[in-house]
């Protein structure tokens, strides 16, 4: 269970990451499943037009916070 609660984490990480490249630049690599979050989720929230950028940094941040508390899980 670890270690998919760590793998969730890092799917959060890189996902906020290539998001915030998205806004940032276009990028031709991981803009396609990676950045389900720009095309599904904040679309749908108002109080996040405008925001993506911060949205999409939080999202990496969350990413973070999973995977630390995932590895100070017991085994």
Do not use: C, H
């Amino acid at each position: 269970m670890r270690k998919f609660i760590e793998l969730l984490g890092f799917f959060l990480f890189v996902a906020g990451i290539s998001g915030a490249i998205d806004r940032i630049a276009v990028q031709p690599i991981l803009g396609g499943l990676l950045n389900v979050f720009n095309r599904v989720v904040i679309p749908r929230l108002d109080f996040l037009t405008g925001y993506e950028l911060f949205a999409n940094l939080t999202v990496s941040v969350l990413g973070l916070a999973v995977m630390t508390a995932a590895s100070r899980l017991r085994a």
